[in-house]
Every structure is written in structure tokens, then in C-alpha cells.
């Protein structure tokens, strides 16, 4: 039986007494609150989709930066997957992401799948399927001895040996140099941003079907109290190798889509130390664990790297290290944490 | 009216989002035995918790004698004498019997009195003694619980908490231990006991309460609980002796 | 000289300089014990100071022997800091990996602050005697080298002999084991963590003076060393100064060796490839305690 303290039922009266509560209570009982998320969560689709009517996205700044943001969606949700629901430090996104632009760039070189340059699902699904198999391979042993820090330290250790191989890949990846891809195809910025949009949604939609199911209970239980969680039998092992791999997965895509836009690849380009940074930077700057915490920290992030690139190239990653510093001391749950904070206490 | 030690006034303490005490109060009279019993998870060893300022109570206040402890962290509870000698004995088991000793009186008020607290603790339990380099880990159960409770009689305690110090000890050994407490308290150490076995603590207790889900479901003294009906059934269970 | 011959140069160029890796991991080793956490920017703070040491003489012509005397101290007192500055309201949380993400940003920001400051050509202190060699039986040792023997292991002592012998190094010890239960003697985890914390910047800043007389490093370099400092700590295990300090050495010694047998590059890889068999199969290390 549920027994709520005097304090418990004070608190409660006082929340109902908030006016974003008073506002809810006005709305006719026919539409609930998820029928409020849907219809905003559709209206801020809709409108994504009708920039490109408005802006010529071609010359527009405001298209590029949109852009950035999608792709920075899609590799923070990425960390999110693995770090934020699941609780594990995984230092080698920036090496998934790098196998998947590779792997698009190769796949791409050598026309397997015969549609030409331009953006290929299948390309882009492979792309991220090849880290993703990499993550369960390497996974599997990894997190099943390794506890947490030391699951880093092997995590590393992957993003070194595979970061080596690609530099002395010889002939097939063309070592420090890397593979230089057509890019007469695309002269519009148009499929970018229609296919950064869509990979967007796709890495939220992600992160939105694993919060609501039973895996994002399992994985929020291992990541509250992992010895409790296996004492009450979840399989600790199956659930984080699967966060790791939809970790690898939604970094692998982002990789593709990268190398579609980059169209020089090479280690220093794509398997650079930022590309590991900037997930783990948005998701602690809007909130860990949370759905909308990793978009509110890409759109931060992005504006920074557009003000950034202008004013400030070198000073990029001192100021990175210091935010995230900053914000674990201050707000170690970031942005979303920060919202919770306000409307819980009194 | 004799004096109260400590009065933990209408306490609540939660785990995050989960209440884990509702309103508890209790006192503690000086120079007694308190014994505080209840089934497992009933959260006795939170209440102790609370007091030695591991966990911070939400709502009500705790008093030593008559002034607050509410605000204060572990170590200047400690420095008042309050010590917590906790559940599963916690000792520091890759050091040697005489370091864990010498960390229980690390605050200067009992560092200032070391060889005299030293000597309390081997003429209670002797066999400490002999072993006085030997890594804890090494120890008997039996002499490990006795080290843990040395340790804390280093502190020079005015208010000596007791978490489950039976727990786990052989029969006899079981005898010893509270044996040793009714000793300790002739020794005017006020002594606030948690127990589970319920039979033994109520014997030697002067007050007793009963902790039951997170709120104190009786309190009274010793000897009455132990007659109580419902107590022995809940509890002890009545056995029908075969004598 | 022989093959013989060269083999034990190789040995003795990994035992002198896996010292170093040594105690870089007995500052990591004492971090992780209160901390539990590993602290990744280790590697970039030794080279902080390896930088320190090169401008205290390439400015005021300090030797960098004679610099550890300012160093110690500052180390001791910037890892203090950096402490109650950064870590101290993290090392209270239940979620060790906000303390973890704060010491990985730190590195980062160590890293790119040195890059961008001193820009990112090779250093290395060059002296009289930094060119001195020894050469007892055949064998090559360098002069600083051996210096850096000497301090890896006068350090060693120091860190045991704090450790063992005075109040606050027995609590360390304790905390270690049990942060809740050190609380209930009345001891200030923080302090404690301070304490700790300082030593192991300490041990940076020592180590930083030894990495500038031997090798030549930049700012990237850092991250090299605390995986190898990494590397060292799991072969020796946790808990254990000295088996950390053998931990480095033995490594130091792998990677000689595999550099010699093979190649420099997949020396490293070596270096890992047996870190990864020590980890799944013995994770107390050689010489640590058990868990």
C-alpha cells in the first residue's frame, strides 16, 4: 500500500497548483497529454520540413547550420544509446564513426551497389551495420570482464588499433592520405538536408522506441544498480552489448552522411579525437539518459562550432574540455536536469 | 527525570525518492540500553544512519542532549561522541588490528586519550591483544566483531550505536557479545543497540522499540516486550517446550 | 657486442624507463583507491609538468634535477586544487562516471591548452649531462636515465613510508578499502581525497621531470602515457606501490623487447594486446590484492 507522507500530499497540492498545471487542467479531457506531444512533436517536424521552401538552402548559412545540427543529433544520440541509458564509457565512437564513413567511401569507390554517387540507403544502412557487428564482436568479450573504467581503458584501446590499421591500411584505404571521392554529383545542398533531417528523426526515433520498451528499462536498471538488475535477472550482458552496438550504429550512420558531405576521407578527418567529444559534450550539456537532452545540446554545440569555426578554430577543444568540466561540476545533469530541478522544488 | 542523551524527534528519511522512515522518534536515555528491533529492511540500520549523519533526515530534528545534530556532517558527530559501529563490522581488513584501532580514535578528543581507550579495549577483549599486527582480515569472525566494537570504544563514545553486532557469531559466541554490552554499559557507555535477534537485546535492554516498515510500531521496556504477546509471536515465536 | 649484448641494453632501456610508467601508475592506483575512478588526465598533466621543467631551464636555466624542488611542491599544491576546485562535489555522487567525465575533459583541456600555448614542436631538456652515458660491462645507461631510476624509486619510498607510517597514509589506506566506514571514524572524505589526489599529482610532476631529461615529447604525448601508465597499473594490480612500480617496469621491459623483436609500432600494439589478456584473466594484476 502506498502510504504518502503529509509532506508528500503538501507537495503534491502545491504542483497542481503550478500554472503550466492550471493550463493542462483547462485543456478538455478528450485530448490528453500525449496527444499534446504528438501534435507538437509534429509541428516542429512540419516545420523543419518546410525550411528548405523558404530558405535557399544552397547559399543559406542558416541551411548549413541545420545541417550540422542533424548530424550532431544523430552521433549524440549515438552516445546517449551507449552512455546515457546503458552507463557505459565508450571511448570509440569517434572509430565507429570513421568505419562508417569509410566504409560508405569504399562501398562508393567501388560501386557495389551499382546506383551511382549519390545517397544510398543501403550504403548508409551498411555503413552503419559494419561498426555495429565490429561493437558486438569486440563488445562481447569487453563487457563481460571488464567493469566500468576499465571497459574505457579497452574502448581505447580499439579506437588505437583500429585508427593504426586504417593509417597503414596500404592500397585499400590509402593510409594518412585516405580516399578521395567524386563530388561533381552534388551540387545541392538540398539531399543534405532532407537526408540529415531524416537521419535525425530516425537516430530520435531510435532512442524514443529503446526509452519506452523493455530495453530501456533493463538498461536504466543496469545503469541505476547493475548487481541488483542481475539479481533480479536481467541479462547484464545482452543488453549492454546491444546498447553498444546501437551506439556503433547511430555513430556509423553519422559517419556515412559525413563522408557523403566531406568527400575526402582520412583518418585525421573522420576518426578525429572530436568526433569522440562532441556526442559526449552535447548529451552531458543537455541532459544524459533523457530524449530531447542530446537535440538541445547538438543545437548548442552547433551553434558554437559555426561561431566557433569563425573566432575561434584552435581554442575548439580547450573550450570543449572546460564545458564539459564545467557542466558535470555544476549540472551534471544537464539542460534537461537543470528544467527538472526548477519544477520539483518548491 | 533522568537525562535524555538523544532524542530523534519525528524523523523522516528518504533514499533518493523512497521514504524509507516515517515520523520515528525515539529517546535515549543516558546510561541505558536502547535496543531497537524489527524485521529485516524494517530500517533500523537507516535510523542509525540518520543519527550519525550518513544520511541527512528530511523533516524533524535530532538532539544531543538538547542540541541539534541535525546539520552537522559525520565527523563533528563523531567528535561528540556519537559512534557508529555499523552493520557487517566494516573493518579495514588489509590493515592490522592496532591500525584499525588507532583510525577508531582519529579525532584529537580521542587521539588525546589513546593508551588509556587502548587499554579499555584489550581488558574487554583480551584476545585483541595477542594479535595486535595481524591484518583484521585474518581474524575470526568472533574477533572481528569484537575488533570492530573496540574500534569504536576508541573513539571515546558517550553514545555507542550498535548495528547487528550478533549477526553472524556462533552461539556462544552470540552469549559473549551481549555479555560484553551489559558490560560495557556498567562501564556508563549509553549504548543504543540494533538488533534482529529480538530475545537477547530485549533481555538486557531498559527501553526497547520496534521498528515495523519504517515507523516505530511499539516502544516500551525491556522486560514488558519480552512478555508481550504479540512480540513473541511476531518475533521470537512461541515455542512449545518439550521439557 | 653480441646478440646478448644488445638484448640486455634493450632490458635495461625498458627497466630505467618503465619507472617512469611506474609511478604514473602508482599516482593512478592511489586515485582510483579513494576516487574509484581513473584518472584519465594524468598523462597530459605529466607533461604539463615536463613543460614546466623545460621552461624553468630553457628560461632561468634551472636544472631540471634542481627544479624538482619547486615542482614537488607545486605539483602537490595544483593537485590539492584541482581537487577541491573541481572533483570535490562529483567524488560525493553514486554515479562514478560524472568524476570520470570531468577527468577526460580535463585532458582534453591540458592537452589542447599546452598545444595552442607552446605549440606542438617536439621539447626535450638538453643539458651538460644529458649526453653523459655510463657504460658498466658493455652495457649503455644513460645518465638520466638512471636519474629517473632513482627518483621513480626515492618516490616509491616516500609514497610506502607515507602510506604505512603516518596517520593520514594509514587512512588512505582505509578509505581505499571502505569510504563509508572511514567516514564513521570521524575522518573528512574529502581530505582524504585531497591528500590522495595531491600525492598523485605529485607523482605527475615527478614524473614530468623525469620524461623531459629522457625523452623528447609534445603535447599529445600525454595520452600515449596514461595509457601506458594504464597498461602498467593493471599488470601490477591496485593497492600495491611497489608491485605498481613493477608493473611499469615490466612493461617498459615489453615494450624494449617488442620494439626490438618486431617493431616500434607494434610494440604498442603488444603492450595492449597483453593488457587485454591481463585484464580478462588476472584483473588484480601480478602483485595486487584482491577486490
Known amino acids: 500500500m502506498v502510504k504518502k507522507s503529509k509532506k508528500q500530499k503538501m507537495k503534491d497540492e502545491k504542483l497542481a497548483k503550478h500554472p503550466f498545471n492550471l493550463l493542462k487542467s483547462l485543456i478538455p479531457t478528450k485530448l490528453t497529454r500525449n496527444h499534446i506531444y504528438i501534435i507538437i512533436v509534429a ?18 548559412y542558416f541551411a548549413y547550420f541545420l545541417f550540422l545540427c542533424f548530424l550532431y543529433i544523430v552521433i549524440a544520440q549515438g552516445w546517449n544509446v551507449v552512455a546515457g541509458y546503458a552507463g557505459q564509457i565508450s571511448l570509440c565512437q569517434n572509430t565507429f564513426f570513421g568505419l562508417g564513413a569509410y566504409t560508405t567511401a569504399l562501398l562508393w569507390l567501388l560501386d557495389v551497389t551499382k546506383t551511382g554517387y549519390y545517397f544510398d540507403p543501403v550504403l548508409m544502412v551498411l555503413s552503419g551495420l559494419v561498426p555495429a557487428i565490429l561493437a558486438i564482436i569486440i563488445g562481447i568479450p569487453l563487457l563481460s ?40 554529383v552534388f551540387q545541392s545542398m538540398t539531399p543534405y538536408y532532407w537526408t540529415g533531417f531524416l537521419l535525425a528523426l530516425f537516430a530520435i526515433a531510435v532512442v524514443y522506441f529503446i526509452n519506452r520498451s523493455r530495453i530501456g528499462l533493463a538498461l536504466k536498471a543496469i545503469r541505476e544498480d547493475e548487481t541488483a538488475a542481475a539479481s533480479r535477472g536481467v541479462h547484464i550482458l545482452k543488453y549492454k552489448v546491444f546498447a553498444f552496438a546501437v551506439g556503433a550504429f547511430l555513430a556509423g550512420i553519422g559517419g556515412s552522411l559525413f563522408a557523403y558531405y566531406l568527400f575526402h576521407i582520412n583518418p585525421d578527418s573522420v576518426m578525429h579525437l572530436n568526433w569522440l567529444f562532441f556526442p559526449i559534450l552535447m548529451c552531458v550539456l543537455g541532459g544524459n539518459g533523457t530524449i530531447i537532452g542530446p537535440i538541445i545540446g547538438a543545437f548548442f554545440l552547433a551553434a558554437i562550432s559555426s561561431f566557433g569555426d569563425v573566432y575561434f578554430a584552435q581554442m575548439h577543444p580547450i573550450f570543449s ?26 | 527525570m533522568a537525562n535524555q542523551l538523544l532524542e530523534v524527534k519525528g524523523i523522516d528519511v528518504f533514499y533518493g525518492d523512497a521514504q524509507a522512515l516515517w515520523d520515528v522518534s525515539i529517546h535515549v536515555e543516558e546510561g541505558a540500553i536502547i535496543a531497537l528491533v524489527g524485521a529485516n529492511g524494517a530500517g533500523k540500520s537507516t535510523l542509525l544512519k540518520a543519527i550519525s549523519g550518513l544520511i541527512h533526515a528530511r523533516k524533524g530534528e535530532i538532539l544531543l542532549s538538547g542540541k541539534s545534530l541535525s546539520n552537522l556532517n559525520p565527523r563533528e558527530i563523531v567528535d561528540r561522541g556519537v559512534i557508529h559501529v555499523p552493520e557487517g563490522r566494516r573493518l579495514f581488513s588489509t590493515l592490522t588490528v592496532l591500525e584499525n584501532l588507532k583510525l577508531g580514535a582519529y579525532v584529537p578528543r580521542a587521539r588525546s586519550m589513546f593508551a588509556e581507550s587502548l587499554e579499555r579495549v584489550f581488558s574487554l577483549f583480551p584476545a585483541l591483544n595477542t594479535r595486535i599486527d595481524q591484518k583484521a582480515g585474518s581474524l575470526s569472525g568472533g574477533e572481528q566483531q569484537m575488533l570492530a566494537i573496540g574500534r569504536g570504544i576508541m573513539a571515546q563514545p558517550k553514545l555507542l550505536m550498535l548495528d547487528e553486532p550478533s549477526l553472524g557469531l556462533s552461539p556462544i559466541l552470540v552469549k559473549t557479545m551481549f555479555e560484553l554490552i551489559s558490560a560495557l554499559n556498567e562501564q556508563k557507555t549509553t549504548i543504543l543497540l540494533v538488533e534482529q535477534n529480538i530475545r537477547q537485546a530485549l533481555k538486557i535492554a531498559h527501553q526497547a522499540y520496534v521498528l515495523k516498515t519504517g515507523e516505530i510500531a511499539m516502544s516500551g521496556r525491556g522486560d514488558e516486550l519480552l512478555a508481550n504477546e504479540e512480540i513473541r509471536k511476531a518475533y521470537i515465536g512461541e515455542r512449545v517446550s518439550k521439557r | 657486442m653480441g646478440e646478448f649484448g644488445i638484448i640486455a641494453q634493450v632490458l635495461v632501456n625498458g627497466i630505467l624507463f618503465g619507472t617512469m610508467y611506474g609511478i604514473a601508475a602508482i599516482g593512478l592506483s592511489l586515485i582510483y583507491g579513494t576516487m574509484r575512478i ?22 632561468l636555466g634551472l636544472d631540471p634535477y634542481l627544479s624538482l624542488i619547486l615542482i614537488i611542491p607545486i605539483s602537490l599544491l595544483l593537485g590539492m586544487g584541482f581537487y577541491f576546485g573541481l572533483f570535490k562535489e562529483a567524488a560525493a555522487l553514486e554515479d562514478k562516471n560524472i568524476s570520470l567525465l570531468i577527468a577526460i575533459g580535463l585532458m582534453w583541456l591540458v592537452e589542447n591548452f599546452m598545444a595552442v600555448v607552446w605549440s606542438g614542436d617536439p621539447r626535450t631538456v638538453v643539458t651538460a649531462y644529458t649526453s653523459w652515458v655510463l657504460r658498466p660491462g658493455g652495457l649503455n645507461i644513460s645518465f638520466t636515465r638512471l636519474m629517473a631510476l632513482l627518483i621513480a624509486l626515492l618516490s616509491s619510498v616516500g609514497v610506502f613510508v607515507f602510506l604505512k607510517r603516518t596517520l593520514i597514509g594509514t587512512a588512505v589506506r582505509a578509505a581505499s578499502e571502505d569510504m563509508e566506514s572511514t567516514t564513521l571514524m570521524g575522518i573528512n572524505p574529502n581530505w582524504v581525497n585531497a591528500v590522495t589526489f595531491a600525492i598523485g599529482i605529485g607523482l605527475a610532476g615527478t614524473a614530468g621531470v623525469g620524461l623531459a631529461t629522457v625523452y623528447s615529447f609534445d603535447p599529445t604525448y600525454g595520452f600515449t602515457f596514461v595509457i601506458m601508465s594504464v597498461i602498467a597499473l ?58
Not at chain 1, 581503458?153 to 590499421?165: D, K, M, P, R
Not at chain 1, 574540455?321 to 518548491?346: E, Y
Not at chain 3, 584518472?39 to 605529466?46: E, N, R, V
Open chain 3, 38 to 59: 581513473i584518472f584519465f588526465a594524468q598523462g597530459a598533466i605529466i607533461v604539463f609538468f615536463a613543460y614546466i621543467c623545460y621552461w624553468f631551464f630553457a628560461l
Open chain 1, 145 to 184: 570482464r571488464l567493469r566500468g573504467d576499465y571497459f574505457a581503458i579497452g574502448t581505447l584501446g580499439v579506437q588505437f588499433s583500429v585508427t593504426v590499421l586504417f593509417l597503414k591500411g596500404g592500397a585499400f584505404t590509402k593510409g594518412a592520405d585516405g580516399l578521395h571521392l567524386p563530388s561533381t
Open chain 1, 43 to 60: 509541428l516542429i517536424v512540419a516545420a523543419f520540413a518546410t525550411v528548405p521552401s523558404f530558405i535557399d538552402v544552397d547559399t543559406s
Open chain 1, 321 to 346: 574540455g572546460l564545458l564539459i568540466i564545467l557542466v558535470m561540476k555544476f549540472m551534471p545533469t544537464g539542460i534537461i536536469g537543470l528544467k527538472d530541478r526548477i519544477f520539483s522544488r518548491r
Open chain 3, 234 to 291: 593493471a599488470f601490477g594490480g591496485m593497492g600495491n606501490v611497489f608491485g605498481a612500480l613493477l608493473g611499469g617496469i615490466i612493461l617498459g621491459v615489453l615494450q624494449g623487447l617488442g620494439a626490438y623483436f618486431v617493431s616500434p609500432t607494434w610494440a604498442d600494439a603488444i603492450c595492449f594486446g597483453a593488457f587485454l589478456l591481463v585484464l580478462m584473466f588476472r584483473p588484480q594484476g601480478l602483485f595486487g590484492k584482491k577486490e
